[in-house]
C-alpha cells in the first residue's frame, strides 16, 4: 500500500483524488486537510480512515473533533495541522491541492522531511520555486506535477535526458472569452466567466481560465519546474484541450501528450509515478475528431497573461504580488464587488506599487503578499 497525505481534500483536485483511491484500492490515506468544508470532510474521515484531520479554523476543527470522536483520529487546525500533516512519518505522497500561498510553508517542510510532492498548487512555485527547487534538489525529492498541462510536459520529457529543450508550448483551452474583444468583456458576470467550456474546476480557478491569469501562473510554475528561460515558454490557444501541452527539441522535433480533459489521468500518473495503471473514463477517439485547431494568444484582451511575463521578467518578489493581487481580485469578482476587467487592472496595480525584493525569503514573500492585500483594500 502506497500511503498519502492530502490537503486541500475537499477541493476539485481533492476529490478526484480520493477517486483514484476508491478504484485503485492500494492507495491508503493517512491524512486529509481541508479549508472549511467540516460535513464534507467528515465524510472523507469516516470512508478513508485517515490518521490525522486539518481544518483552517479553530472552532471549525473543534467541531469536527466533537462530530468524529467515535474514531481513532487526531484533528489540528490552522498552520501547525499542515506542518504536522507535511511532516508525518506515515506518509510517502504529500498531495498539495489547497489553493493560494499557503501550500508554501508545508510543501518546504515535507520536502526537507524527503516526502515525494504531487504538486497541484501553482502559487506555490510562482512564489518560492526559487526557495523550493534547488531544496528538493538538494533532499533527492521528486516534485511531480498535476497540473494537465505540467503533467503533459513531463511525460513529453521522458526518456529524453540529456537532449536539450528548444521550446515548451504550453497550451490553453482560451476559456470562455475566447475570441472575445475587450470591450465585449464589459458586461461580464461572474456566471459568464464560470462557465468553463471543457474542464471542470473549482471556482478559483475557472475565473483565472477565463481571465488568462491561469495560464501565466502556469507559465511561471513551469520555468521554475523544467529549469527554463521564460524566452522558453510559448503559449498555444488550443480550444479542443486534447493536447495538453507540447516540448519541442532542438532538432525540431515535437513531442506531446495527447488525451480526453480528465484530471484523474495527471493526477494519478503523479501518485504512481513512474508507473502507469488503469483508469476509468472516456477514451480518445481519434476517428471522432473533427479537427484540432491553434491560435496566438490575444495578450490586448487578456492582459493577465501579458502581465504574468511582465512579472515573471522583472522576478524577485513580483510573481507573488501578480498572485496575490489576482486572488484578492477574484475573491471581489465572485462576490461581485468588482467587475471581470478590473481583475487585470488590480494585478498591474500591485505590481507597479509592490516595494521589490530580489531574493525574497519565505517571510518576505508572506509580507508581499500583506503589503498587496492591504494596498488593494485601501483602493477597492
Sequence with gaps: MKKIALLGST??????????????????????????????????????????????????????????????????????G?????????????????????????????????????????????TAG??????????????????SEHSAIFQSLNGEKGNSIHKILLTASGGPFRGKKREQLQEVQVEDALRHPNWSMGKKITIDSATMVNKGLEVMEARWLFD?????????????SVIHSMVEYEDGAVIAQL?????????????????????????????QLANLTFEEPDYTTFQGLALAFAAMKQGGNIPTAYNAANEKAVSLFLERQISFLEIPEIIQASMEQCSFEKQPNVDKILETEAEVYSFIESRW
Excluded: C
Design 11 to 80: 477541493g476539485s483536485i481533492g476529490t478526484q483524488t480520493l477517486d483514484i483511491v476508491r478504484e485503485q484500492k492500494d492507495l491508503e490515506v493517512v491524512a486529509l486537510a481541508a479549508g472549511s468544508n467540516l460535513l464534507l470532510l467528515e465524510k472523507q474521515i469516516r470512508e478513508f480512515h485517515p490518521k490525522l484531520a486539518v481544518l483552517w479554523e479553530e472552532k471549525a476543527a473543534s467541531d469536527l473533533r466533537n462530530r468524529v470522536q467515535d474514531l481513532p483520529i487526531k484533528v489540528l487546525y490552522g498552520m501547525e
Design 130 to 147: 526559487h526557495i523550493i527547487m534547488p531544496l528538493a534538489k538538494a533532499n533527492h525529492v521528486d516534485i511531480l506535477p498535476v497540473d
Design 259 to 287: 488525451g480526453t480533459p480528465d484530471m484523474r489521468l495527471p493526477i494519478q500518473y503523479a501518485l504512481y509515478y513512474p508507473k502507469r495503471r488503469s483508469l476509468s473514463g472516456k477514451r480518445l477517439d481519434f476517428y
Design 228 to 240: 527554463v528561460g521564460l524566452e522558453q515558454i510559448e503559449v498555444v490557444v488550443h480550444p479542443q
Design 82 to 126: 499542515l506542518l504536522e500533516i507535511a511532516v508525518m512519518p506515515e506518509s510517502e505522497i504529500l498531495v498539495t491541492a489547497i489553493v493560494g500561498m499557503l501550500g508554501i510553508r508545508p510543501t518546504i517542510a515535507a520536502v526537507e522531511a524527503g516526502k515525494t510532492i504531487a504538486l497541484a498548487n501553482k502559487e506555490t512555485l510562482v
